[in-house]
């Protein structure tokens, strides 16, 4: 015991902060002051080896919650929500990627995209129809789809305009890129559900509609529909969130979230696509020669690191460097990092699990001796695939795309420590 006391006193202490923050408040005489003294007083009072308050009385009952929550201490962490948009049904929020650990983006903080409102669906009263090219129409309800033999994936989503070309001015890696999330899906092989429905030989679409007031419509290849393409009611253990497509959604892994439609009402399969506004004035994108690149499916290979990221601020010495990996294609194999603004990278170590179409992370051990630099990271995917700088991207597509930007990402970093976005002026 006296041993602790004397460590904690020889160290720089929480008895030494709590003298200063004294101190402070005297010279300043300000409320804040004060406030900072306050909080000094208790930080040191709860710190080992004297024993904290919420350790002298019983906590709250168990069931004081029957649903739970994150403490209150982490309220600040939710979705990144536009602020003064003129309306929020055909809106985003996305998810605060900088600050979430793991590869597991939690339901309540999954990002969300709407064209049309959140509807609120009555499972009992929902219904898939499966018509056009099939053998037997069919119509199901909630509790047959959940009879079909049902298996649980982690893959990821993102919206293909994770950022727009032109929109790469945030200052969070949230703002950048918070339109990708990750979880743990349970569903039906939409390949069972068609195939109970029976296809008939002309049979190459499938089109999509959702039971919003956007009616969202697009059309996937039947190839798609019967690899991995899967019908889901479940995400992350329970029952589909609402603002993700509850009762039931198609979730489509690697390709652009646009296609996994949300609130599932219809599958009519076709010989043709349906060419919907999705798929034609939205979603496709004008290149250099004038023509227009439409079905652009695939999320190719991207990567961030979410640590140090925009508006943190680190310290000189040992900072871990740490990100997300993704490829619609398949496994991400490697991910580089380049502490020196592209001059020379190094392989980062991935953690396990490394999955087909789900987030990976990667991390690297650095130490930081205070000169400006810029970090960067790059995903190679299992296909060989290797995600491009900006330039290289608008080399290919000119500068009136909008789509598929996964581009190499640049987090520019001051004397002082500093993390901001390496895109714009410093
Ligand atoms: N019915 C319907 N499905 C939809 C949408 C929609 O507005 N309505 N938005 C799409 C878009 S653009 C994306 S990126 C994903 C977003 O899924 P999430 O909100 O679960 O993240 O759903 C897609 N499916
Ligand atoms: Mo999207």
Same mark, same amino acid.
């Given at each position: 015991?006296?041993?602790?006391?004397?460590?904690?006193?020889?160290?720089?202490?929480?008895?030494? =902060?709590?003298?200063?923050?004294?101190?402070?408040?005297?010279?300043?005489?300000?409320?804040?002051?004060?406030?900072?003294?306050?909080?000094?007083?208790?930080?040191?009072?709860?710190?080992?080896?004297?024993?904290?308050?919420?350790?002298?009385?019983?906590?709250?009952?168990?069931?004081?919650?029957?649903?739970?929550?994150?403490?209150?201490?982490?309220?600040?962490?939710?979705?990144?929500?536009?602020?003064?948009?003129?309306?929020?049904?055909? /809106?985003?929020s996305?998810?605060?990627?900088?600050?979430?650990?793991?590869?597991?983006?939690?339901?309540?903080?999954?990002?969300?995209?709407?064209?049309?409102?959140?509807?609120?669906?009555?499972?009992? =009263?929902?219904?898939?129809?499966?018509?056009?090219?099939?053998?037997?129409?069919?119509?199901?309800?909630?509790?047959?789809?959940?009879?079909?033999?049902?298996?649980?994936?982690?893959?990821?989503?993102?919206?293909?305009?994770?950022?727009?070309?032109?929109?790469?001015?945030?200052?969070?890696?949230?703002? +950048?890129?918070?339109?990708?999330?990750?979880?743990?899906?349970?569903?039906?092989?939409?390949?069972?559900? *068609?195939?109970?429905?029976? +296809?008939?030989?002309?049979?190459?679409?499938?089109?999509?509609?959702?039971?919003?007031?956007?009616?969202?419509?697009?059309?996937?290849?039947?190839?798609?529909?019967?690899?991995?393409?899967?019908?889901?009611?479940?995400?992350?253990?329970?029952? *589909?969130?609402?603002?993700?497509?509850?009762?039931?959604?198609?979730?489509?892994?690697?390709?652009?979230?646009n296609?996994?439609?949300?609130?599932l009402?219809?599958?009519?399969?076709?010989?043709?696509?349906?060419?919907?506004?999705?798929?034609?004035?939205?979603y496709?994108?004008?290149?250099?020669?004038?023509?227009?690149?439409?079905?652009?499916?695939?999320?190719?290979?991207?990567?961030?690191?979410?640590?140090?990221?925009?508006?943190?601020?680190? /310290?000189?010495?040992?900072?871990?460097?740490?990100?997300?990996?993704w490829?619609?294609?398949?496994?991400?194999?490697?991910?580089?990092?380049?502490?020196?603004?592209?001059?020379?990278?190094?392989?980062?170590?991935l953690? /396990?699990?490394?999955?087909?179409?789900?987030?990976?992370?990667?991390?690297?051990?650095?130490?930081?001796?205070?000169?400006?630099?810029?970090?960067?990271?790059?995903?190679?995917?299992?296909?060989?695939?290797?995600?491009?700088?900006?330039?290289?991207?608008?080399?290919?597509?000119?500068?009136?795309?909008?789509?598929?930007?996964?581009?190499i990402?640049?987090?520019?970093?001051?004397?002082?420590?500093?993390?901001?976005?390496?895109f +714009?002026?410093?």
């Amino acid at each position: 015991m006296s041993d602790a006391r004397t460590d904690r006193d020889g160290l720089a202490s929480p008895q030494r =902060r709590h003298v200063l923050g004294r101190g402070l408040a005297l010279v300043g005489g300000a409320v804040v002051g004060n406030a900072a003294a306050e909080k000094a007083a208790a930080e040191s009072a709860a710190a080992p080896p004297d024993v904290p308050e919420w350790m002298k009385a019983p906590g709250a009952d168990v069931g004081s919650e029957p649903y739970g929550s994150p403490s209150r201490f982490e309220r600040d962490l939710i979705r990144n929500i536009p602020k003064s948009l003129p309306q929020y049904t055909s /809106a985003s929020s996305r998810t605060p990627l900088q600050d979430l650990d793991g590869i597991i983006t939690p339901n309540g903080l999954f990002y969300e995209r709407h064209h049309g409102g959140i509807p609120e669906i009555d499972p009992d =009263r929902h219904r898939l129809m499966i018509h056009g090219l099939v053998e037997r129409p069919l119509i199901l309800t909630m509790a047959e789809i959940r009879r079909f033999p049902s298996e649980s994936q982690i893959y990821f989503l993102e919206c293909s305009g994770n950022p727009g070309f032109e929109a790469m001015t945030g200052r969070t890696a949230s703002d +950048l890129v918070g339109l990708v999330s990750c979880a743990e899906w349970t569903g039906v092989r939409l390949r069972t559900v *068609l195939e109970e429905a029976g +296809l008939k030989p002309e049979a190459r679409w499938v089109v999509a509609e959702g039971a919003d007031a956007a009616a969202m419509t697009r059309s996937i290849p039947l190839a798609k529909c019967l690899d991995d393409a899967m019908l889901v009611y479940s995400q992350n253990g329970e029952r *589909l969130r609402p603002q993700q497509g509850y009762p039931l959604r198609v979730l489509l892994p690697g390709f652009e979230g646009n296609m996994s439609v949300k609130w599932l009402r219809r599958l009519n399969v076709t010989a043709e696509p349906a060419h919907s506004r999705e798929e034609t004035s939205k979603y496709t994108d004008l290149m250099p020669d004038g023509t227009a690149r439409q079905f652009t499916f695939m999320m190719e290979a991207k990567s961030i690191i979410t640590r140090p990221s925009g508006t943190q601020r680190i /310290a000189r010495g040992f900072n871990e460097i740490t990100g997300i990996a993704w490829s619609g294609r398949g496994r991400i194999a490697q991910v580089e990092v380049s502490v020196d603004d592209g001059q020379s990278w190094t392989v980062a170590q991935l953690q /396990a699990p490394v999955l087909t179409r789900a987030l990976t992370r990667f991390r690297l051990p650095w130490t930081w001796e205070g000169a400006p630099t810029t970090i960067l990271s790059r995903a190679t995917d299992e296909t060989g695939y290797v995600q491009p700088h900006f330039a290289e991207l608008t080399a290919v597509r000119g500068v009136k795309s909008f789509y598929h930007n996964n581009a190499i990402i640049p987090w520019r970093i001051t004397a002082s420590g500093e993390v901001t976005n390496g895109f +714009l002026k410093a």
